[in-house]
């Protein structure tokens, strides 16, 4: 495991910006910066790529944050860098990812509704919608998330 945080973060912040760009409300975008993110308060529960020694890619799992799903595994965030998407980096992380919460009988994530390559790589993985939806209210405008669930079949 690498220590080398703001390289995650910068991660974190270059994908948000080329993945969301046409998702989320763009004055929410420009307001973010890598110190939005805070990689190492997960790092028990992260499984990161690499292209020799920078991070390109990560996963990140562990037990559900939200009440409503306490026995469930949540993955918490997939990522790919934009120069590396489309080569199957993001198959084999959500593959670990779901390694990491192997042994909930249940595992939920939250997509953005209008994400519809995401949407298409959970689906393909077994997760399915479950029609419940999160608004997510920022000064900048409202987005809105979708949960996904699976039942774990491994």
């Not at 790529?49 to 306490?70: C, L, M, Q, Y």
């Amino acid at each position: 495991m690498t220590e080398d945080w703001p390289a995650i973060a910068q991660l974190y912040f270059e994908t948000w910006q080329v993945a969301y760009r046409h998702l989320l409300p763009e004055a929410y975008l420009k307001q973010l910066t890598p110190a939005t993110w805070q990689p190492q308060k997960r790092w028990q529960h992260t499984i990161l790529a690499f292209s020799n020694t920078t991070p390109i890619g990560i996963v990140t799992a562990g037990p559900s944050r939200d009440e409503h799903f306490a026995t469930f595994g949540e993955l918490y965030s997939l990522y790919v860098h934009p120069d590396y998407e489309h080569r199957g980096l993001g198959t084999r992380l959500l593959h670990a990812g779901l390694e990491l919460i192997d042994g909930y009988p249940q595992q939920y994530l939250k997509v953005l509704v209008n994400n519809a390559p995401a949407q298409q790589l959970y689906a393909r993985t077994g997760f399915s919608d479950t029609r419940q939806r999160l608004v997510i209210p920022t000064p900048q405008g409202d987005f809105t998330e979708a949960i996904w669930t699976r039942k774990n079949f491994f």
